[in-house]
């Protein structure tokens, strides 16, 4: 099955840098990578997207970039606020059967 | 109005306990999954469906049974409940292969597993 790996596992940034968070996945049939940030107490919920057709995607303070060769895709958070302190998970997702395989995981804690 | 639902919302067991989560969607969405959330593991997929008496085994499926009865209802059965089932439970639902990949999840179900 698909395996993804997400790093790191913490990290802790000041307010108003950039955060950045990499996945690598290992099935070259995975074509659609969603992230998902999940609230304590809360359940995830997607914050931005990129199909398999495209190499950079940016909305609202976050850009993600994929790289297909590499098998390699990252979310990068600009200015960073403490609102954006949560859980980051990334997914890749086998469109032909509809699988989706979560990393294990970010805990990003923005610092004021 | 919360579109994916799930009860109970907290359910306390015996091992050997015969445990069902429900849940039920209101997306009209094809897709439905079932996950287990653990600190340190992420979301792990259990179970997952892609319509009405439909079933297609995730990546830790044991110990686990699932059926989906209707588009809207997935339901997830411990039949002989153990203590490293103890979790957070998550469903949801998905048009994958419509115009949408994105997963709409419900709020949990915290299993504890004594």
């Known amino acids: 099955g698909e395996q993804v790996e997400q790093l790191p596992s913490i990290l802790r940034v000041q307010e108003g840098s950039s955060a950045s968070i990499n996945c690598t996945y290992e099935?070259?049939?995975?074509?659609?990578f969603p992230w998902y940030k999940q609230e304590p107490g809360e359940n995830p919920k997607l914050i931005i997207d990129i199909r398999s057709n495209m190499e950079r995607k940016q909305t609202q303070g976050l850009i993600v970039l994929l790289d297909k060769k590499a098998k390699r895709f990252s979310l990068h958070i600009t200015d960073t606020q403490p609102g954006d302190s949560a859980m980051y998970f990334c997914?890749?997702?086998?469109?032909?059967?509809?699988?989706?395989?979560f990393g294990d995981g970010t805990v990003l804690t923005v610092k004021p | 109005e919360a579109a994916v639902t799930q009860s109970p919302r907290n359910k306390v067991t015996v091992t050997g306990g015969n445990v069902t989560l429900s849940c039920r969607q209101t997306n009209s969405h094809n897709y439905m999954y079932w996950y287990r959330q653990d600190t340190g593991h992420g979301l792990r997929l259990i179970h997952y469906s892609y319509g009405a008496g439909n079933l297609q085994i995730g990546d830790v499926p044991d110990g686990y049974k699932a059926t989906r009865t209707t588009q809207e209802d997935f339901f997830l059965l411990l039949e002989l409940a153990s203590p490293s089932q103890t979790s957070l439970y998550f469903c949801?639902?998905?048009?994958?292969?419509?115009?949408?990949?994105?997963?709409?999840f419900g709020p949990g179900t915290r299993l504890t597993v004594l």
């Open positions: 949801a639902s998905s048009d994958a292969g419509g115009s949408s990949y994105e997963q709409y």
């Open positions: 997914a890749a997702v086998n469109t032909n059967t509809g699988k989706l395989t």
């Open positions: 099935n070259s049939a995975s074509n659609y």
